[in-house]
Every structure is written in C-alpha cells, then in structure tokens.
C-alpha cells in the first residue's frame, strides 16, 4: 500500500478499493508463500493496460465537444476482459481502475469465465437529448472499437449507459468492425442479441442474495421496510424484486432529495423510474410530482433518513457515510447490502460491523449483473436465446453459489459471516491461482 500511495497519489477511490481486499485476505496470502515468491499482489493490482482517447462529438447547436474516453483492461487471468462502461462528469482515471479492480473479483465470484475490466467518459448525459446522446456513443467507438471483440473484450452499461446507449454503440461497432458477432457488448436490446432480463438482473441478483444473507441470519425478507438509493436500472431492478419478495420499498433518492413512500412502491411507481431515467432530468423529485400524495419529497435528504430494515445503495461509490451509517441504525436499520460498487465509505462499513448490522459489499451483492452479461455472451455464442425461468434460474443458482462462497471463506470463530473478507477471499483466491498457474506475464 506505502508504493501504491507513492505513486498513485491523487487516485483515492482506486488505493481504497485495493487496502479493502488486501486487508481481507492478508492472513491468507501469508499462508501460500508461493503467491509471495510470484509476486501475485503486486502484479494483480497494476491494470493489464490503459486505454486513453480523446472523444470529439458535435452537439445540437452545431458546436463541437470534447471529452476524454477510457478503457482499463485489468486482469484476464479466468477470461476475456469483462466490465462496464461508465458516461459520468465524475469519471476519472482513479474511478476506473478501482471498478476494473473490483471487477477482477466480483467476476471471479460468479462462476463464469470472465476477466475484469472498466471503461467510460467524463461525458455528462443529464440534459443531453437523444441525437447528442447518439453521437457521442458513435464518436466514442470510433476509438473503442479495435481496443475490443468477442473474445477479447466485452464492454456492458453501467451508469449513464443504458439499453439505449449499448445500442448506439454497437451500431457503430458493427459498421467500424465490419463483424456481426453480437456477443461483443451485452446489454444488448432483446430483438439482437440481448438477454431476457438482463436489464433488471443487478437488482434481481442483489435481492436474491439479500434474501439468502436473511436466511442464514434467521430472519425473512417479507413485510421488510427496504431503503434504496437511485432510480437507475439497478434501483429498479431491485425495487421490483423487493416487491415480488414481500418487502416495502419506502424510500427512492436522487442527487436533488428524497421521495418517501410510506405504503409501499406500486408497480406504476416503479414502472415510472423508467421514464425518470430515461428523462435525463436526473431528479427524483419527478416521481412526487407524478404521484402527489402517496410520495412525499425532501429536498437535499437521503434515503437512509427514513425509519427502514434494510438498506440498499444503489447509485453510486461512496455515497453511504458514517454519519448516514449511524443515521440509518437511530432509524431501526438491522442491515446494509451494497448493490452500487463500494456504495459504503470505510466508516460506515467499519460502523455497521462493530455495531451488529448485517452488512455485504457490492461485489458479492451486485455480481448478478455481469452474471447476467456472461450468460448472454453463452447465449450469442451459441446462437440461441433462454426464456426468462431459464435466465432466472441460472441468475439464482449463481447468486446462492456466490453466497456459499462467502459464508465458506468469511465464517468467524463465533460463527459469524464477516462477508467483506470472505468475497475478497474467495475471489482472490480463483484470480491468485489461475494467475500462479499460467507463470509469469
């Protein structure tokens, strides 16, 4: 960590995601001297390579526009690079690499043969209407295109980057590419290539692994007051399985507030965070405005202010405080599942662990996603495509797997789960020895 902070000063969100998973699995590293002697730390936190492009579009006044493209191919020790692609005015280099780090293992943890990866721009969609939104995707291919493949690289959404926008993407692909392989991006629209129930799998997975942490606590999902943040495809997904499951989702956020739903979301609700998204208003307040009455709005609040059981980050890194931690157990909150990546900071993480808060990081939880994504890959390669049962079985059986393997390798002496050490664990350990393996490169 003292070499990595030397270097990388400045890249915050990137040492953090790396002192998590070192921390986790440093008794067990000590244990393989083999690991030590090959160096596997040093060279599995340094990306494969960096891709860095510039990405000129013009917008609807005629006036050309700049911004700055990326692509981190981090490890493909188990697989091709897999990871998503992230539009955000946030994006930045240190962003990247901790999402192409936490990527290495959260697909490790699935069961699939997939490398991690991550990628994006600092374009902003908010505001943007659909022809800018075209061409910017369009103008960011022309650079991404040779850079990925089928069997190379296989670039997913992630925020800001929807069905619509893997559409516009791989439009331009197939025509740069000159090869209709529709496995090279997943996410795909259902009528070329696209899996059933890809866009609501994050969501669905994290609810099933939620479901599964509650079972092995001794408690029930049903008749639960659920917290979500966002009103993305990921806070969708998971609002429409909470309430498949008998829970009460009673709180949406946005970047403007809050919207508080003391009944419970309704299904025209949650059908309605499909047009918030796709406004690009990016405000949660439209939902109130839509349902006077039953939703309640409060500007400049989050979702963890409301009383709740369970919480659920859902929209961005490091958006859950100590203080929203401490906020959240004054409220009743018995447990905190990460579906956004590193959606906690280390202080609330640290808060709910000391504290008896049930708590599972965005690796393990949120996996379903790219579960989902290397599901539809099988299916373009094969050339044939599941119903939703079979989809949905597949999504369950690998979130149970992945549940087992955190109980296997996260067990306390008191009999206890600590889930953060036992998915850095378990996915290191996969990557560790697959990278061991295949010598020295």
Known sequence: MARLQAKYPLEKEYLQAVQEVLESIEDVYNQHPEFEK???????????RIFTFRVTWIDDKGEVQTNTGYRIQFNSAIGPYKGGLRFHKAVTPSMLKFLGFEQTFKNALTTLPMGGAKGGSDFDPVGKSNDEIMRFCQAFMLELW????????????????????????YGMYKKLARQYNTGVL??????????????????????????????KAGKDIKGKKVALSGFGNV???????????????????????????????????????????ASNRNKVQDMADKFPGAVKFTAGKKS????????????????????????LKANGCWCCCEVSNMGCQPGAIHFFQHNGILFAP???????????????MTQNAEHI????????????????????????????????????????IAGFMKVATAMLEQGTI
């Open 146 to 169: 040779n850079c990925i493949g089928p069997d190379q690289d296989i670039p997913a959404g992630d925020v800001g980057v929807g069905g619509r926008e893997i559409g516009y993407l």
């Open 186 to 215: 997943t996410g795909k629209g259902g009528t070329w290539g696209g899996s059933i129930l890809r866009p609501e799998a994050t969501g669905f997975g994290a609810l099933y692994f939620t479901q599964h942490l509650l079972q």
């Open 362 to 376: 965005g690796k393990a939880v949120n996996a379903g996603g790219v579960a989902t994504s290397g599901l539809e």
């Open 385 to 424: 495509s599941w119903d939703a049962k079979e989809v949905d079985e597949k999504l369950h059986f690998i979130m149970k797997s992945i549940h087992e393997q955190c109980v296997k390798y996260g067990t306390q002496p008191d009999g206890s789960v600590d889930y953060v050490k036992g998915a850095n």
């Open 304 to 327: 963890w202010c409301v009383p709740v059981d369970i919480a659920l980050p859902c929209a961005f890194q490091n958006e859950l405080s100590e203080e929203d931690a401490k906020e």
């Open 38 to 48: 090959a160096k596997i730390v040093e060279r599995l936190v340094e990306p494969d």
């Open 235 to 277: 806070a969708w997904g998971a609002a429409t399985k909470a309430r498949e499951l008998g829970a009460k989702v009673v709180a949406i956020s946005g970047p403007d507030g809050v919207c508080e739903i003391p009944d419970g979301i309704t299904p025209e609700m949650i059908d309605y965070m499909l047009v918030m998204r």
